[in-house]
C-alpha cells in the first residue's frame, strides 16, 4: 500500500527533522563519551552533565513560552538550530587546542537544553499549518518512527567515526546536522500570520505559569504529565550511569556501547508503525493506559547486565522492550496533548512541559549519581527501576472528555490542525515526547 502524502510543505519539514535526526543519532551518547573518555569523570560528574545542563537550560528557557507564542514560528525554529549548530562546534575547536573542560560541556549542554525548549514550543505550533486534525496520529508516528531509524543506524557509525577520527568527530557532525535543519525549515515556503494575543489580561507572571495552569487543570493532561515526569526523568537518569557502567566498570567498547542501543532501535520501528492501527483498534484511552504500564515494568533489567556476550544481549533485550513501549506510547501521547490544548496556549503548554521534563530528567540524574557515588552505578540502576514500577498509578483511572474542537478558520487564517514535536535532539535516544 502507497504511504499517504502530507503535503509537500510537511515533506520539507520531514527532511528537516530528518537530517537533524540522523545527526543526533550518529552523535548520541556524545557529551558523556567526552566526558568519560577524555576528561576522564567521575560517575557523579558525568551524571552532573545530564542534570546540570538540563536544569540550568530550563531556568534559561522558562520566559521563552510567551515569547515564542506570540512570535512567528518559523524564525524561531531556524535561530534556535543555528544558536545550537555554533556552540555545538565550539567542543572540537577547544579540544583541537588542548582547552577542552568539563565546564564548558556544562554550558554546551545548558545552551543546547535550553534552545531544545524554544524549538520543541515553536514547532510543535508551526507543524498545525501543515497537518490536519485528523492526520495528527499519523504524522506523529513518521517523527517517531525517523527519530528511532536513526538511532539504529547512528550510533554504531558513530562508534566507527569516534574510533577511526577520535571523540570529538560526531560532535561535528551532529553540530552540523542543525545548520542542515535550519536550512530545510528554511525551505518551506508559504506565509505564516503573526500571532495575536486572545489574554491581554493575562500579563508578566501569569504568563510564564499559562502552560502549567492548563496542565494541572486538565484532568487528563494532568494524570499524563505527572507519569510523564516520573518515567521521563527515571529512564533518563540511568542514561549516564548505563554509560559509566559499560564503559567504565565492563568495559565495553565504545562501538559496544553504540551497539548495545542501536540495535533495539528495530523495536522504535514497529512501536511506531503500530501507534495508529492499536488506536484505531483499541480507542486512545485503553493503550495509554495498558502501553504506559508495560514501559514502566522493563528497566529493572538493567541491573543485571554482566561483561561480555551476555551482559550485550541483555541490555539489547532490555532496551528493545522498553523502544517498543514508547515509540508506541508517544505518539498516542502527543496527538492526546495536542487535541486537548487550545491553539492560543500551545506553544506555552509545550515550553511548560518541556521544562518540567528537563528539571525532572535533572533532579533525578542528580540524586542518581550521588547514589551510584555513594554506592555503585549497578544499585542506583536497580534502584531507578524499582521505583519506575510505580509510575503506572499515575496514569488516568478513566477516559477523559472529547478532544477540542477545531480552531476556527477566521480567527486563525489558517485550516483547523494540531502539532507534533519535531525536534530530534533530546538528549538521550530514549528521551520521551516532551514537545
Known amino acids: 500500500m502507497a504511504r499517504r502524502s502530507l503535503g509537500r510543505q510537511f515533506g520539507w519539514l520531514w527532511a528537516a527533522y530528518a537530517v537533524s535526526a540522523y545527526g543526533s543519532g550518529l552523535g548520541f551518547g ?33 520566559p521563552l513560552g510567551p515569547w515564542v507564542e506570540f512570535h512567528r514560528k518559523r524564525p524561531v ?16 575547536i577547544a579540544y583541537a ?8 560541556l556544562l554550558v554546551v549542554s545548558a545552551v543546547v537544553a535550553a534552545a531544545k525548549i524554544a524549538f520543541n514550543a515553536a514547532g510543535g505550533t508551526y507543524v498545525k499549518a501543515l497537518v490536519r486534525a485528523d492526520e495528527l496520529l499519523l504524522a506523529s508516528a513518521r517523527f517517531e518512527a525517523t527519530t528511532w531509524s536513526s538511532i539504529a543506524v547512528g550510533p554504531p557509525l558513530g562508534g566507527a567515526v569516534v574510533g577511526l577520527f577520535g571523540p570529538v568527530a560526531t560532535i561535528v ?55 510523564q515526569l516520573v518515567v521521563g526523568g527515571l529512564i533518563m537518569a540511568t542514561e549516564p ?34 501507534a495508529p492501527r492499536v488506536v484505531s483498534r483499541y480507542g486512545q484511552y485503553r493503550v495509554l493506559r495498558t502501553v504506559g504500564t508495560l514501559r514502566a515494568v522493563w528497566l529493572i533489567g538493567l541491573a543485571f547486565v554482566r561483561p561480555s556476550v551476555i551482559g ?61 557515588e ?3 552505578a549497578r544499585t542506583a540502576l536497580a534502584v531507578a527501576g524499582l521505583l519506575i514500577l510505580a509510575s503506572p498509578l499515575l496514569l488516568p483511572r478513566r477516559p477523559d472528555s472529547a478532544p477540542l474542537p477545531a480552531f476556527d478558520l477566521a480567527t486563525a487564517g489558517a485550516h483547523p490542525q494540531a502539532g507534533v514535536p519535531l525536534d530530534a535532539k533530546q538528549g538521550g535516544y530514549r528521551q520521551p515526547a516532551d514537545a
Not at 243 to 271: H, K, N, S, T
Request: glycine share 8%.
Open 312 to 372: 550485550l544481549i541483555t541490555v539489547i533485550a532490555v532496551e528493545f522492550a522498553i523502544i517498543v513501549s514508547m515509540s508506541l506510547y508517544n505518539p498516542v501521547l502527543t496527538t492526546y496533548r495536542l487535541e486537548h490544548t487550545p491553539e492560543d496556549r500551545t506553544a506555552r503548554t509545550l515550553s511548560a512541559w518541556s521544562v518540567s521534563s528537563s528539571a525532572s530528567i535533572a533532579i533525578l540524574s542528580a540524586l542518581g549519581g550521588l547514589l551510584a
Open 241 to 274: 550511569l548505563l554509560a559509566v557502567l559499560l564503559l567504565g566498570e565492563l568495559d565495553f567498547r565504545p562501538w559496544q556501547y553504540g551497539l548495545a542501543f542501536a540495535a533495539p532501535c528495530i523495536g522504535g520501528l514497529i512501536g511506531s508503525r503500530l
Open 97 to 104: 587546542v588542548g582547552r577542552l573542560t568539563f565546564v564548558q
Open 173 to 227: 557532525a551532529d553540530g552540523f546536522s542543525y545548520l542542515l535543519s535550519a536550512l530545510g525549515i528554511t525551505a518551506i515556503r508559504g506565509g505564516e500570520e503573526h500571532p495575536r494575543r486572545t489574554d491581554k489580561h493575562r500579563v508578566g507572571l501569569g504568563e510564564l505559569l499559562e502552560g502549567w495552569r492548563h496542565l494541572l487543570t486538565h484532568p487528563g493532561l494532568r494524570a499524563l504529565y505527572l507519569n
Open 374 to 376: 555513594i554506592t555503585s
Open 77 to 92: 525554529m531556524i535561530a534556535m538550530d543555528l544558536a545550537r549548530f555554533a556552540v555545538m562546534l565550539t567542543i572540537p
Open 30 to 62: 556524545a557529551l558523556p563519551l567526552i566526558a568519560v573518555l577524555v576528561l576522564r569523570v567521575s560517575p557523579a560528574q558525568v551524571s552532573a552533565l545530564s542534570a546540570v545542563g538540563p536544569a540550568v537550560g530550563a531556568l534559561i528557557a522558562l
